[in-house]
């Protein structure tokens, strides 16, 4: 059974930096697609950035510049370190893992990680 | 960047039938997914490019598209499918995105 966990959320005043991390478990992170997707609260969902195989990356181009996912080069782990962070970036974090036939479509998603930007 | 448009709200009394649309333009040459997220829960996946159901989600939830409006429908809609739902395409044509519709609160009345 494949599991992402989310951890590294909280509260951070503006213009601060958190890393987000998501263990990965039941599939190698470094043979799939891994996303982070963000949810305001009260709000839709929002696609925030991906992680291809062999380590091409895509962003938001609201976060583009300010944040930069990565993966543990030996953990099944991956991460988005963010920094500069506004009110606007108060969201529910999740990850998620695009479907390998596409890459389209979000087929795996974890539980979240709340990030509250506030002073 | 590319917008995927959805009715805010779709109501619907029990063991009737819901449809949830997504429309955006040349939505006809893109896949679309579709998402239920419940309160407190993270997202699940109900139909994947265009019509394909996962494994394990009722055959009540079925997907399709015609020109450049896809659709959802839940047939003999149950209190348990109120939730909202989210419509989703890889947007290839410009900057590569994953975008996702505004999302549809499906109300059981």
């Known amino acids: 059974e494949v599991q992402l966990v989310e951890s590294g959320g909280g509260l951070i005043q503006p213009g601060g930096s958190l890393r987000l991390s998501c263990v990965v478990s039941g599939l190698t992170v470094r043979n799939n697609y891994m996303t982070w997707v963000r949810q305001a609260p009260g709000k839709g969902l929002e696609w925030v950035s991906a992680?291809?195989?062999?380590?091409?990356?895509f962003y938001a181009e609201s976060v583009k510049g300010r944040f930069t996912i990565s993966r543990h080069k030996f953990e099944n782990t991956v991460y988005l370190q963010m920094s500069s962070l506004t009110a606007e970036d108060t969201a529910m974090y999740y990850c998620?893992?695009?479907?390998?036939?596409?890459?389209?479509?979000?087929?795996?998603w974890g539980q979240g990680t709340m990030v509250t930007v506030s002073s | 960047s590319y917008v995927l448009t959805q009715p805010p709200s779709v109501s619907v009394a029990p063991g009737q039938t819901a449809r949830i649309t997504c429309g955006g333009n040349?939505?006809?040459?893109?896949?679309v997914h579709w998402y239920q997220q419940k309160p407190g829960q993270a997202p699940v996946p109900v139909v994947y490019?265009?019509?394909d159901r996962p494994s394990g989600i009722p055959e009540r939830f079925s997907g399709s598209k015609s020109g450049n409006t896809a659709t959802l429908t839940i047939s003999r809609v149950e209190a348990g499918d109120e939730a909202d739902f989210y419509c989703q395409v890889w947007d290839s044509s410009s900057i590569l995105s994953w975008v996702f519709g505004g999302g549809t609160r499906l109300t059981v009345l």
């Open positions: 490019y265009d019509s």
């Open positions: 998620a893992r695009l479907d390998s036939a596409g890459p389209g479509a979000f087929d795996t």
């Open positions: 040349t939505l006809g040459s893109k896949s």
């Open positions: 992680l291809y195989i062999g380590d091409v990356a």
